[in-house]
């Protein structure tokens, strides 16, 4: 099954809650993985805030994205004390 982005919320700081068509809801803190020009203006909360969901993933207005199995991955890697849900 290709993993794909279903839904995202904003939590605060650069957490947001991600909603995978396999039925997995997450939190997952993305802070540490903005690396390159295109993500640098997302470390300003402001900035990473503004976002919406393409065919398959998170995208920003600036055109960054993060491909939906490294946000899979690393969501579940944290474990943020968010059940993993299934529905």
Known sequence: ??????????????IMEVSFNDGVIKKVDLK???RGPVFEELKEVENFKNFSLNRWTIE?????DLAP???????MQQDQGGA???V
């Open 1 to 14: 099954m290709l993993i794909k982005v279903i839904n995202a919320r904003y939590v605060g700081g650069h």
């Open 32 to 34: 540490d993985c903005f």
């Open 69 to 75: 199995e490294f946000l899979y991955d690393l969501a």
């Open 84 to 86: 993993v849900k299934k």
């Open 60 to 64: 920003w207005a600036n055109g960054a």
